[in-house]
């Protein structure tokens, strides 16, 4: 079975400052990992993904996340934090099987920047 | 991105009364859909996978008769809480698979806040 594992719920940083939101996984095949972020009263947009080949992976907005299987770990991270990056995100793993895979998410992690 | 609507976006009803919600995919066609429920400070988890045209899959310990989805068409999913409790109050939220897109890329709705008195 696949699961995400979120540290901190809560992550504050300066505006300027670098971000890092980690993400540890769970899973007995490779895994293919996601972050989406959430904007308030928005659905969750998707920021990057991995699925196979270079394990780092640049998404939107000036954030990445490295692949380390060493680790199990997907963190997120930008270098310069943005004022409108305050929201909050989820890390999720593809649970495979079945007609339909399906994304099992973490609980999530509320980012707020400060000036 | 492609872009997927809810609604309503807040809904507040009476215990024992039953509640729809929709769930539309407004530039594509999404044969998937799927319904989440998010409590506070918790995971999105999984309710049930809709197909068009076809039944939808419930997760283990989701009711589907408490939690009836219909997928009628490309563009447009339900879910009724019906005979809602307190207890089902809660974040709703939908989410539809592009099959145009990128492999298992999912477009999420802004959810539904229900609030069941």
């Known amino acids: 079975a696949q699961s995400v594992t979120q540290l901190g719920s809560h992550v504050s940083v300066s505006e300027g400052a670098l971000v890092l939101l980690r993400c540890n996984y769970s899973s007995s095949v490779p895994p293919y990992l996601f972050w989406y972020v959430q904007y308030p009263n928005q659905g969750l947009q998707l920021l990057l993904k991995y699925t196979t080949g270079a394990t780092l992976v640049k998404g939107i907005n000036g954030f990445e996340a490295e692949f380390k299987k060493s680790e199990t770990s997907f963190h997120l991270t930008k270098p310069s934090a943005h004022m409108s990056d305050a929201a909050e995100y989820f890390c999720a793993v593809r649970s495979l099987g079945g007609a339909t895979n399906k994304l099992i998410f973490g609980t999530g992690t509320l980012l707020a920047v400060q000036p | 991105g492609a872009v997927v609507s809810q609604h309503p976006s807040r809904v507040i009803c009476k215990s024992g009364t039953s509640v729809k919600i929709e769930c539309r995919s407004l530039d594509f066609q999404a044969t998937t859909m799927f319904w989440y429920r998010q409590f506070p400070k918790q995971s999105l988890m999984l309710m049930a996978t809709?197909?068009?045209?076809?039944?939808?899959?419930?997760e283990q310990g989701v009711e589907k008769d408490k939690f009836l989805i219909n997928h009628a068409s490309l563009t447009l999913s339900t879910l009724t809480v019906t005979s809602a409790h307190p207890e089902d109050s809660s974040f709703y939220i939908c989410s539809a698979r592009d099959p145009g897109a990128l492999t298992d890329t999912q477009y999420f709705g802004p959810g539904t806040r229900l609030t069941v008195l």
């Open positions: 809709s197909n068009e045209g076809s039944k939808a899959t419930y």
